[in-house]
């Protein structure tokens, strides 16, 4: 295969073409999506090192997956050239939290891990591939050793769903599908809120309601966090100003889902979900919390979303990545994202390792005996 190199600031338009050309909804996430690539690829400083690269056969675009990078990063003592897949290797530029992470690929081309990383023309000695599905590719090809490279894993997560198919077949719904100290929980907290009136869940049905209910939810969850001495997402103005973009291009296209549950015309929650291919995924929250504690807004939005979204014909609904125990306790199932970083074991690269895992061995060593 033939290899080739595209810049977002110089390409957009091969790169659109290319990308929503390999792109499958039934088959990749919505996170590798054009809609949130572009709308990335546009709030990006337009300084970030970023490339597209495209494996080619017999002319045609079969391979395709973005490069963030390389940027100096230190580990333990020597510093490193990384790069990142499908995201810039930036932390604040990163918080979006790509997840589902995948390469695009058509289905009748062989895809070889090595050939990849061989492929990539840029100087780099670590390459971190973030929140990747292991059905997909390459999740699912870092099982095996790769000549000339080590693998390690940083993180694996569950990410939690409910089979809204399974719920609709089931007698009795939702609820039979989970524990019987799970339905406790979720009949007493809908309980303490009838008390003062029905819920009622509604959906943003405009742009201009979109980002209203968006807009309250920034209030809730900063203030939820806040209290908890915690820095929120929507601390940054990137993280802010990015999905305010989303929903300004993506919501009349039916992709974005911001759902109100109310009680007394007092709100209790607003998810903000991304919907594709009738899978969708919850994305992040605010919610109203009192001060009594048989008050669970958590456990009341989620339960109305999910009824919300098994009417709607939806397949699943997607907590993402977290083992929560609000995820674990609302789920039917689960699929595992790994973080996984590659490094390159070849040349002065593995020198430098070598080096460096000396270097941990010894910072381990010192931490030990401070903490006898």
Known sequence: MEFKQYSPNTDRDKIRFIWSELFQP?????????????????????????????????????????????????????????????????????????????????????????ELLSAIRLQWHSFTLPGLDVKRFPGCALTNEVTGYSITLLREEPSYFVDLEKVRQADGGYLTQLKSNNRYQLRKARRYYEQFGPLRTEKAESISEAIAFYDELIQ???????????????????????????????????????????????????????????????????????????????????????????????????????????????????NLLRWIEIADNRGFSKWINTLEKGAQKIVKRIRKGRNQ
């Open 26 to 114: 039934d088959y990749h996430s919505y996170f590798l999506s054009w809609g949130w690539i572009e709308t990335w690829l546009d709030t990006l400083p337009k300084s970030t090192p970023l490339t597209l690269l495209v494996a080619y056969r017999n002319e045609q675009a079969s391979i395709a997956f973005f490069i963030g990078g390389p940027r100096w990063r230190r580990r333990t003592i020597f510093p490193v050239r990384s790069i990142t897949l499908n995201a810039t290797g930036q932390s604040e530029l990163d918080r979006l939290w790509i997840e589902y992470n995948s390469i695009l690929h058509r289905e009748d081309v062989a895809t070889d891990l090595l």
């Open 220 to 334: 809730l969850n900063t203030k939820n966090w806040s209290e908890r001495q915690q820095d929120s997402a929507f601390d940054s103005a990137y993280f802010r100003d990015f999905h305010r973009e989303l929903i300004k291009r993506r919501f009349p296209t039916g992709e974005i889902q911001i759902l109100k549950v109310t009680c007394a015309e007092k709100t209790v929650g607003i998810l903000y979900n991304f919907v594709m291919n009738k899978h969708v995924y919850f994305y992040q929250c605010g919610l109203r919390y009192d001060q009594d504690s048989a008050a669970k807004p958590g456990l009341i939005t989620h339960w109305e979303a999910v009824e919300y979204n098994v009417n709607r014909s939806n397949n699943r609904y997607d907590f993402l990545a977290g083992d929560a125990q609000y995820k674990r306790s609302l789920s039917t199932d689960y």
